[in-house]
């Protein structure tokens, strides 16, 4: 069980680190760095569980292992679809000749999106949990201060 939270802890620090290195992976790409350079550039500047598996997948290109099999090797090391998807189209992106800048930039937003999504579909999950509360604290006490003056008029009326 331990294990378990364990990576999950692990995989949510890796979907949060995305964005942002997405994004300075694409200020360097943007600058004038191919996706090697970029990838060092990061690497050097952020620290992090997702840059320790980008120092991994670059120290695989830096044994001659071609930027798309590290990349690929890193979805697997990792098996988190985000990661996943991000490697592809990285990897696509080089072979194809496409902009990385707009490929890095587009993987960094679709993250947040996801993000956004599971946390609004976890907010909607947990909406009763959030109203037992209310109704059973809040409401009665409500209720409680209109009825008691009302009783308390009463008494002294009769």
Known sequence: ??????????EQRLL??????AELM????????????ALERVVR???GVLAEELGRTLADTRAGAPLGVALDALADRTGVAALTRF???VSVAVERGTPLADVL??????????AR???????????????VPVVFLLLPITVLFAVFPSAVVLRVGL
Request: glycine share 12%.
């Open 26 to 37: 694409a200020l360097a790409v943007g600058a004038g760095e191919g996706a090697v350079g």
């Open 87 to 89: 490697a592809e189209a």
């Open 105 to 114: 930039r587009a993987q960094a937003q679709d993250v947040r999106e996801e």
């Open 1 to 10: 069980m331990a294990l378990g939270r364990a990576v999950r802890r692990r």
């Open 117 to 131: 999504r599971a946390l609004l579909e976890t907010g909607g999950r947990k909406e009763v949990q959030m109203m």
């Open 16 to 21: 949060l680190e995305l964005p942002p290195v």
């Open 45 to 47: 500047s952020t620290r």
